[in-house]
């Protein structure tokens, strides 16, 4: 898909589905502001950036941030602006997950899932609505769990749908034919995934997809490509993609 004169704004664009977004862009010829949030990452993010400048022939900048933090958010976006003209598309990956029983759950832990993906994604969805250019792309990340009846995930569930209403309610306060939508993979094999499940119920995940395995990175970039460029007409909506792992009524 060709995003030839575009610019894509990616967060956590170092690691992961990230990462592997950020060079689909690269590969269809799009501009790229590139996030990263631990400061360990900057080295290998700069590289990143400096290869697929000279294999794609596309600009990039390289900006960290805490997106927590409301500072950093306007700094991600005037940044991205400064250096590459204006921001077509922004994909917000920043989250976190905490399988936990609800009655074993600190405030601290709430507060931190709920700043990491609730708020993080509050700042992102402003800034974009204020700075993405007309015309362009929003891309939020929820999860699939957002539509199943199991235990463990309430606080990571609770976060991420208030990232659903925020996104679809502001698809329709946009005046500017900006499109947001969220995309919820099922179980993704990454290393997100692993930090909080066991071998055992990795194995079941697989048996509740279709064709009988994990969802991978490589099956979520292009939805998220689509949305950018093909799927311009969907707006609002929480793109379920897992494979039958679990669906919206
Ligand atoms: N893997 C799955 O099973 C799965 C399934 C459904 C949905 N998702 C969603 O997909 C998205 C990408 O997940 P992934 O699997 O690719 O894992 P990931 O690479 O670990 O993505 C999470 C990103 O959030 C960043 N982050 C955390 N706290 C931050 C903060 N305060 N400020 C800025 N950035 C921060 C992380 O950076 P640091 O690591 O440097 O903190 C990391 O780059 C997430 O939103 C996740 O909820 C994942």
Request: net charge neutral; with cysteine; hydrophobic share 40%.
């Amino acid at each position: 898909m060709s995003f030839e004169g575009k610019s894509a704004l990616i967060t956590g664009a170092n690691k992961n589905l990230g990462k592997e977004t950020a060079l689909a862009f690269a590969k269809g010829g799009s501009n790229l502001a590139l996030h990263y949030h631990s400061a360990k990452e900057k080295d290998a993010l700069t590289k990143f950036a400096s290869d697929i400048e000279s294999e794609y022939k596309v600009k990039t900048v390289v900006i960290s941030g805490d997106l927590t933090n409301e500072k950093d958010t306007k700094n991600l976006f005037d940044t991205a602006i400064s250096a590459l003209g204006k921001v077509d598309i922004a994909v917000n990956n920043v989250g976190m997950v905490l399988r936990k029983p609800l009655a074993e759950t600190s405030l601290t832990e709430y507060d931190k899932m709920f700043d990491t993906n609730t708020k993080a994604s509050f700042l992102f969805l402003r800034e974009a609505a204020n700075k993405v250019a007309d015309e362009g792309s929003v891309i939020m990340l929820t999860t699939s769990l957002l539509a199943a009846y199991t235990d463990g995930y309430s606080i990571y569930q609770a976060a991420k749908a208030g990232v659903h209403m925020m996104c679809k309610t502001l698809s329709k306060e946009s005046p500017r034919k900006i499109s947001f939508n969220c995309v919820s993979p099922g179980p993704m094999d990454t290393p997100f995934l692993y930090g909080q499940e066991t071998k055992e119920r990795v194995e079941f995940f697989k048996t509740q997809s279709a064709y009988g395995r994990l969802t991978e990175i490589s099956d979520i970039v292009p939805i998220i490509t689509f949305l950018a460029k093909d799927g311009h007409w969907i707006t609002g909506q929480n793109l379920f993609a897992n494979n039958g792992f679990t669906a919206p009524f």
